[in-house]
């Protein structure tokens, strides 16, 4: 397998990936990050850096995980169209160098046939987390990490976690928050894209001069995420566009109710797991709604619990496991 670092969620994917195969495939697959060993049985390649690009042309299977399509870099990344116009151009060619893609949502798999990909070789395979890295704390604890994070301990608290980036809708989160005075709004994360993030000089200024109930953490440690959940009341993940986000995942292994924007593409992965909002009108109903009903607030954390359940290490390893032992027959027949 092939990893390095590139963004925060799609990171934390491809750790959790390449962590379920080595642990649950240790008697089927012996798995070499970022190795120099020229021959293996399959190459799996999870970033599109260029450094990988040759390896997915000279072997034989080779897997590309497709974390975003060309369309998606808009709202994300600040370029001149026409540098944007061939990064998208780069990102299409990279794909097409692999015998087979990979992607986290089924619709993904509609839109990469759109765009000319074949469907048999497009698949589509579920992102999980690990039980034992995210869950719920006990009471003392949850109240001992409050108080670490400078959280008070009666605050209502809507968690956000991603980029900084229009596209994640943090502007949305920030007018949400101005609604809502009497709820503490907490924002994990940052630039993964650095300047050439959209709109970066607005949104710089936007952390700088948050509203009073608006904090704005940075980056945190992924070993500091789980009880950074659990310190919080309701996920609140106003974004616009994904595939499927760690965050919701990791949260929903907490138990923590979750409020996502209505969006299409979260229909065969969440269901009705979740509480949907087509605006911020509707974001910032329902959040008062959670604030002032105890009863509802632990109605969707049971629905989260059922969420995780359908995602677990086991269930989303047996569809690696189909699907690396497919193509290994597969191309086992085509190249001797």
């Known amino acids: 397998m092939k990893k390095d670092r590139e963004g925060q969620g799609v990171r934390s994917a491809s750790l959790e990936d390449i962590s379920l195969v080595e642990r649950l495939g240790k008697d089927k697959y012996e798995v070499s990050v970022n190795s120099k060993i020229h021959r293996a049985d399959i190459v799996h390649c999870l970033y599109v850096l260029p450094k990988f690009y040759f390896a997915l042309k000279r072997h034989h299977p080779s897997v590309m995980m497709v974390h975003f399509l060309p369309d998606t870099l808009d709202g994300s990344i600040s370029m001149p169209h026409g540098f944007l116009g061939l990064y998208k151009r780069y990102v299409m060619k990279f794909y097409s160098q692999a015998d087979e893609l990979v992607t986290v949502n089924p619709i993904y798999v509609d839109k990469l046939v759109q765009l000319g990909f074949s469907r048999e070789h497009a ?8 039980p034992d890295e995210f869950k719920p704390l006990p ?39 101005e609604d809502n ?34 904090r704005f953490l940075g980056i945190i440690p992924r070993a500091k995420m789980n009880e950074l959940y659990n310190a919080a009341n309701v996920l609140f993940f106003p974004s616009y566009d994904e595939l499927f986000p760690m965050t919701i995942l990791e949260a929903a292994n907490v138990n923590l109710p979750i409020l996502v924007r209505d969006l299409p593409l979260y229909d065969p992965i969440v269901g009705d797991k979740v509480l949907k909002a087509h605006g911020n009108e509707e974001f910032s109903d329902t959040l008062k709604k959670l604030k002032g009903d105890p009863a509802l607030l632990a109605e969707c954390a049971l629905h989260s619990s059922e969420l995780a359940g359908e995602y677990t290490p086991e269930a989303v390893f047996s569809k690696w496991d189909r699907f690396y032992q497919r193509i290994l027959v597969e191309y086992g027949k085509k190249h001797k």
């Open 123 to 130: 698949t589509y395979i579920p992102n999980y987390v690990s």
């Open 139 to 177: 009471i003392p604890q949850k109240v001992k990490v409050r108080r670490e994070f400078k959280i008070p301990d009666e605050a209502f608290v809507a968690l956000a976690v991603g980029q900084t980036q229009p596209r994640k809708g943090l502007f949305d989160f920030i007018t949400v928050a």
């Open 181 to 214: 005075p009497d709820i503490t709004f907490v924002w994990a994360g940052g630039f993964s894209f650095g300047h050439i993030t959209a709109d970066y000089d607005e949104i710089k200024k936007a952390l700088k001069n948050p509203p009073p109930n608006v």
